[in-house]
């Protein structure tokens, strides 16, 4: 009788011994050829220099947002303060006809000024004549 609870559907009899090992992980049966490990390392990199690109292009639309709210579009330049330069000699080079008081006021308003110190270095918009 114990032989017929042992025998399966199939009247097979499987034993195990105790030094056995039954394997509880499967390998897997698909492998990648060297072309398709190259294929897949390709789409890796393209990914992530797409990532990398991203991330450069985020950076860079930032700086020229703050660009394009400037007023160089209406008809101002961009210069760099040089050591001893003040509000008033900044203007007067650019005033031609206009009052110098008026181009002081204006390069104010284009940098968003609190005074009329100025910094050596300090890169400011400056109408142009």
């Known amino acids: 009788m114990a032989t017929q609870s042992l025998i399966g559907t199939a009247g097979a009899v499987s034993y195990r011994t ?10 897997s049966t698909t492998r990648l050829t ?3 490990r190259n294929v897949v390392r390709g789409a890796a990199v393209a990914s992530l ?3 990398i690109g991203a991330g450069f292009s985020a950076v860079g639309n930032a700086s ?3 660009i394009d709210a400037t007023p160089a579009s209406t008809g101002y330049v ?6 001893g330069e003040t509000l008033w000699s900044l203007a007067s080079m650019v005033a031609g006809d206009r009052s110098i008081s ?3 006021d204006a ?3 284009a ?4 005074g009329p110190d100025l910094t050596a270095g300090a890169r400011l918009w400056v109408p142009t004549k």
Do not use: C, Q
Request: aromatic share 0%.
């Open 18 to 27: 105790s030094t056995e090992r039954v394997s509880t992980t499967r390998r």
């Open 34 to 36: 060297k072309r398709g």
């Open 49 to 51: 220099l797409i990532v």
């Open 64 to 66: 020229e947002k703050n």
């Open 78 to 83: 961009k210069v760099v303060v040089a050591p």
């Open 102 to 104: 008026s181009v002081e």
């Open 107 to 109: 390069i104010v308003t």
């Open 111 to 114: 940098n968003n000024l609190t």
